[in-house]
């Protein structure tokens, strides 16, 4: 931890997934699959849509096969998301952990999958306070693209040695590896990757506090 102290030191911006790293939002997944699921005749079942969390929606529906009624099926889960949100649970700490990076003077940012509406209503609802937050956009490129990673660092003027991304899934991974911006792995979400380096791994979030 005493690695995880000195690296968290020397970066200016601290850049979070949201869910699985700062939130369970599983049960809020399932009910939206599910009934998204049941509204467009989808037989394909919450534990295969689940494989593929952390990309942005429209790609999992492409890694499912699913190419018609793309634009109505988004919608529909939007819509049973938002319905749900009380089924989403903070992580213990992660509001203290957001709120201490602030007051060492770090920038903390966002960057999800998940679109900019549903984003600001968890973020809302959970009184999350962030500098800044990129979150999937209509034609922009999604993890595992650098794009939006390197957006934020655009945003804050700074080298990508001055900043890390806290992420649990292979996308977010790769996310970080393409950007070249170092990467703690959260192996407490959603995820379960091969990641080597020990020294930036954290079993919840209260270590990075």
């Known amino acids: 931890m005493d690695y995880l102290k000195k690296i968290l030191n020397k970066k200016k911006v601290i850049i979070f997934d949201l869910d699985g790293v700062l939130i369970n939002s599983k049960d809020n997944m399932n009910i939206s699959w599910n009934y998204t ?6 037989k ?3 534990s295969s849509y ?10 999992i529906l492409n890694c499912l096969k699913i190419k018609k009624n793309v634009i109505k099926i988004k919608k529909d889960y939007d819509k049973a998301s938002l319905k749900s949100l009380n089924k989403i649970r903070a992580y213990n700490k992660s509001r203290d952990v957001l709120e201490s990076l602030k007051d060492k003077g770090k920038k903390i940012a966002l960057l999800t999958s998940k679109d900019t509406k549903r984003s600001k209503e968890v973020l809302k609802k959970l009184n999350f306070k962030f500098d800044y937050i ?4 209509k034609n922009v490129k999604g993890k595992p693209d650098p794009h939006q990673l390197l957006l ?19 996308y977010d991974l790769l996310t970080a590896k393409n950007a070249k911006v ?3 792995y959260a192996t407490y979400g ?5 990641f ?4 930036m791994i954290i079993k919840s979030i209260s270590q990075l506090l």
């Open 37 to 42: 699921s049941k509204k467009n005749n989808i």
């Open 44 to 46: 394909i079942p919450f």
């Open 50 to 59: 689940f494989n593929y969390i952390g990309l942005p929606f429209k790609e």
């Open 134 to 137: 990129e979150c999937g956009k």
């Open 152 to 170: 934020i660092l655009k945003k804050f003027k700074i080298r990508r040695t001055n900043a890390v991304y806290v992420g649990d899934m292979r």
């Open 182 to 184: 170092d990467f703690i």
């Open 190 to 194: 959603y995820g379960n990757i091969k």
């Open 196 to 199: 080597n380096n020990e020294k």
